[in-house]
């Protein structure tokens, strides 16, 4: 099992313009969460689907849109990419049925807004 | 609101003495509390959890942690650390619909 993946790995982007992260799992997890990382600020929850078709806001959604089009996947689209979304974002998952469940994390996607 | 608390940025051991490292809570109702690490460039692993039960958590790597109630605290610990434990860890406490709230992480520095 490849577990979660990510992708770009890295990107940049020019203020304003638009892109799409990517996240899938192959472990048929119900939940995916997209989150967000900072120096000193721990990770932060931007957006996450409890399942296909379903999406909720996080802690930080401003900026970010989200589509759980199928099960595997989970996407995070920048509309118009601001300095301040430069991080980097991590995609988790986890089963359902129960709030005990650990969370499974891609390897992060690096992204510069300059 | 629940939230956690890692009050050291930084914490410095020598390889073989015991590692500490402190996290405190604060949530309405019972507390599910979680460690996890995060090598450099990598995504977070888990490492324990604790949702009810024994206090003393044993988890992955050779790491544990003490849940305390009365000091609404759950400290990792590891009684012999290795410099591959070198790493930023981080502690998280789950809301009722599973959503992670992370502290902002302590890094761990081994030395030989």
């Known amino acids: 099992n490849a577990g979660v993946t990510q992708t770009p790995k890295f990107r940049v982007l020019k203020t304003g313009q638009s892109m799409t992260l990517l996240c899938a799992q192959d472990?048929?997890?119900?939940?995916m969460y997209w989150y967000r990382q900072d120096p000193g600020m721990g990770l932060r929850l931007i957006h996450y689907?409890?399942?296909?078709?379903?999406?909720a806001k996080g802690e930080v959604p401003d900026g970010y849109n989200v589509s759980r089009l199928k099960k595997q996947n989970f996407l995070l689209g920048l509309e118009s990419a601001a300095p301040s979304q430069t991080s980097v974002y991590f995609c988790a998952s986890s089963r359902g049925g129960s709030t005990y469940n650990e969370q499974f994390f891609g390897p992060g996607t690096r992204l510069t807004v300059l | 609101a629940q939230s956690v608390a890692q009050p050291e940025d930084q914490v410095n051991v020598a390889e073989g003495n015991p590692l500490t490292v402190k996290c405190t809570y604060s949530v309405s109702g019972n507390p599910y509390l979680f460690w996890y690490v995060q090598y450099p460039n990598r995504g977070l692993q888990f490492l324990l959890k604790y949702i009810t039960g024994d206090n003393l958590v044993k988890g992955s790597y050779g790491f544990e942690a003490e849940f305390n109630k009365s000091q609404t605290s759950f400290h990792l610990k590891k009684p012999s650390a290795l410099v591959s434990d070198s790493a930023l860890y981080f502690c998280?406490?789950?809301?009722?619909?599973?959503?992670?709230?992370f502290g902002a992480g302590t890094q761990v520095v081994v030395t030989p």
């Open positions: 689907s409890v399942g296909e078709g379903t999406t």
């Open positions: 998280a406490v789950r809301d009722s619909w599973g959503k992670l709230q």
């Open positions: 472990m048929n997890h119900e939940y």
